[in-house]
């Protein structure tokens, strides 16, 4: 298939993690922050084949694993009410709230719709008028451009039962994070090639800079990633830092300012509770004042949610700082399923735990 | 530090997630993957066990006499009932008479049971009876007992089918996972993933471009001819909910073998393969209704693809894999680059993803 094919060819593939691991007088640590690429290393055993000389460490870029609790419970709560539809991209159905999930509750008679764009769900709302349409606005930065078009396009026709619950994260602030942790061991970024497809990547410089780590931009097929590790790499051998770009046939360093503008027009940046994580201050967007009327939270502020329920077998932290493989935690595979998560990470399928559990049965041995 | 204890930052990586252990039934009980498999065995075998249970096939193969018969049952809840190359009738016909050809019989007789919820339209039902005739007469088989349920209205177009089959095995040795051997060649019949992406696009309003046509059809004519041309079968099944990675893990441990799949030997129409790009998924995973997996020697291999090229040249049939001794893995996959990764059963429902 063609702008496939050519990213998976695997001579190419040999060549690249032959000359890698040719090329490392050490071992490194490099972190691929978005959750889509953890999918693909695992899905294409890249991260084995880089082993020992390169190790892959999983961030905390799945944006359905990062949800917090309490927004699936406002979900949940929202979608049994009589007269509204909740719409959700399809994987956030299945991600555990305190009792249960969105698809739990459909089985109860919930109202839920799977939805492939927010437009989708202006549209549903636009035709029957008598029903609340909400829709559970997550992701990072590259969902919000299309979710604010959502509202505007709300606003524009002038639709009274259109809201989102919005559950934005940014994903720059997330890497600070991590680095300002005393124990952080991670020598050097992957960076998500969508997120900064929208964004650029003028937003790592200061980061890198500051922190002195390599972050090179990276794109999603095997080929992309590999080039990603061996920019990383080739700074790292050079005691270098500074921000890379290993997907110029997508990304600008001012990425789409089109995008960056509808979203500056619709959201501000405010402080975002991250599941597993917690509140990391000014890391997510909500609405605009003149946007309120379109927030759920606002609309339905009856049925918001506070909820935090706590377990202690799940290293789901530890995982997301690269201090823990999942299969390191007494509960992965035993009591931690996909089908019965006990930590975020399991549940979609770009969280690290659910990845492992998926594509490396022969390493739980 | 402390587990859960982040650093300087004074920021807690607890991961606070409820119970999700309810004890109820969930839609991803039905999905084919790890759940229902649980459920097999932890609710039914517990208590139905028996021999012919135990044969683990898609059709149960009973000695009645001097005539060895396959008898199966199935029921077909899919929404909507029609979409892209077929409709919930044809559906439950072909269904049940390739549960019978992969058992290595001729199907013979089919009982139909309907369960309608009220407010179906009478010419809809209609519409899928006929569908239902025409599938059965080109088979060759009748449908010669039947039940009618109505219950309260759930969903628009509500209507349920369940459909019995028996048939004949004519063949000394009926194909079954315990005559898999190391050495053993994969074949399968045609391009995966269609019915899946069709039912998909009918139900979330999605268009392709061409349209994905379901793959439902009649398996037993291809069947029967791989065996009249002397192919030496030694196991069949068909790939349907959880797709061709779930049929393969399940041969895989009743067999007790490995086996090793070059992901770039399966067909898939590239239509197939954008749309599961498009929309996260898995084509190894995506259903068929039309789409089996042989287990033949090697010295075989060459005869059964012509003879399933020369019956479907559309299909692209191909050898995918062999068989080896058994792994840490049941199924390995060579991928596309080239690298060995463990293809597991499906767990839980597959979801389109968010990005």
């Given amino acids: 298939m063609k702008y496939i094919d050519e990213y998976r060819n695997p001579d190419l593939v040999r060549k690249l993690i032959g000359d890698i691991k040719r090329s490392c007088t050490r071992e490194w640590k490099i972190m691929e922050v978005c959750g889509g690429q953890t999918h693909a290393f695992l899905r294409f055993g890249l991260d084995q084949a880089l082993y020992p000389e390169v190790q892959m460490i999983h961030g905390p870029g799945c944006p359905v694993c990062v949800t917090p609790v309490e927004k699936i419970d406002t979900a949940i709560a929202l979608s049994f009410r009589d007269n509204v539809l909740l719409c959700s991209f399809g994987d956030m159905l299945r991600v555990p709230g305190t009792e249960k999930s969105l698809l739990s509750a459909r089985v109860e008679g919930a109202h839920v719709q799977t939805v492939y764009s927010p437009l989708d769900a202006v549209r549903i709302a636009q035709e029957d008028t008598s029903k609340e349409v909400v829709f559970f606005a997550v992701g990072f930065e590259t969902t919000a451009p299309m979710n604010a078009i959502s509202v505007k396009k709300a606003k524009e026709l002038g639709l009274r039962n259109y809201s989102i619950l919005c559950a934005q994260v940014l994903v720059p602030t997330a890497i600070e994070v991590l680095l300002n942790d005393s124990a952080c061991q991670i020598d050097g970024f992957l960076s998500a090639g969508h997120v900064c497809t929208v964004m650029g990547y003028w937003e790592y410089e200061p980061i890198a800079e500051k922190y002195k780590k390599p972050i090179v931009v990276t794109g999603f097929e095997p080929i992309d990633l590999l080039l990603g590790v061996r920019n990383c790499v080739e700074l790292l051998e050079g005691g270098k830092y500074g921000v890379v770009n290993a997907y110029p046939r997508s990304v600008r360093r001012e990425g789409n300012t089109q995008a960056q503008a509808l979203i500056k027009e619709v959201f501000e940046v405010c402080d975002r509770n991250w599941r597993g994580i917690g509140v990391i201050p000014q890391s997510g967007l909500k609405l605009k004042p003149e946007y309120i009327d379109y927030d759920a939270e606002v609309k339905f502020a009856d049925l918001v949610c506070i909820s935090v329920t706590k377990t202690t077998v799940c290293i789901a932290g530890e995982i997301l700082q690269g201090k823990k493989k999942p299969s390191e935690c007494p509960a992965f595979a035993k009591e931690c399923t996909p089908e019965n998560p006990l930590g975020a990470p399991m549940v979609s399928n770009e969280g690290a735990c659910s990845a492992y559990y998926q594509y490396s049965h022969s390493r739980r041995d | ?355």
């Fill in chain 2, 1 to 355: 530090m402390n587990p859960g204890e982040f650093g300087s930052t004074g920021i807690s990586w607890s991961c606070p997630i409820g119970s999700t252990a309810s004890g109820k039934i969930t839609l991803a009980h039905g999905g084919g993957g790890t759940l229902m498999h649980k459920l097999i065995k932890d609710v039914f075998e517990k208590h139905f066990s028996n021999p012919y249970l135990r044969q683990h096939h898609d059709s149960t193969v009973i000695d009645l006499g001097k005539v060895r018969v396959a008898f199966t049952t199935d029921s077909f809840v899919v929404k909507p009932i029609f979409f892209p190359g077929g409709d919930i009738g044809k559906l439950a016909v072909c269904g049940t008479l390739n549960d019978l050809a992969v058992a290595g019989a001729c199907p013979l007789y089919l009982s139909a049971g309907f369960i309608l919820e009220e407010g179906l339209g009478v010419d809809v039902l209609e519409k899928i009876v006929c569908s239902m005739r025409r599938e059965a007469d080109l088979a060759g088989v009748s449908i010669v007992t039947g039940d009618t349920k109505v219950i309260e209205q759930k969903a628009e177009d509500g209507l349920y089918i369940n459909t019995s089959g028996i048939g004949i095995i004519k063949f000394e040795v009926p194909p079954s996972p315990k005559n898999i051997c190391r050495g053993d060649r994969i074949i399968i019949n045609g391009d995966i993933g269609r019915h899946g992406i069709a039912v998909l696009s009918a139900r979330e309003n999605i268009t392709f471009e061409p349209v994905i046509e379901s793959d439902c059809m009649n398996l037993a004519p291809a069947i029967l001819s791989l065996y009249e041309a002397g192919v030496e079968v030694h196991c069949l099944r068909d790939c349907t909910r959880g797709g061709l990675a779930t049929s393969l893990n399940e041969l895989a441990e009743e067999s007790q073998l490995s086996f090793i799949i070059e992901e770039y030997s399966v067909p898939i129409k590239d239509e197939v393969r954008g749309a599961c790009e498009i929309l996260g998924l898995n084509p190894l995973y995506v259903a068929n209704e039309g789409r089996f997996v042989a287990f033949v020697p090697e010295e075989d291999v060459s005869n059964a693809l012509d003879i399933l090229k020369d019956l479907y040249p559309d299909f692209t049939p191909a050898e995918i894999g062999r068989v080896i001794d058994k792994q840490n893995s049941p199924v390995i996959l060579r991928n596309y680059v080239g690298i060995d990764t463990s293809l597991p059963m499906l767990s839980g429902e597959q979801l389109p993803r968010i990005c």
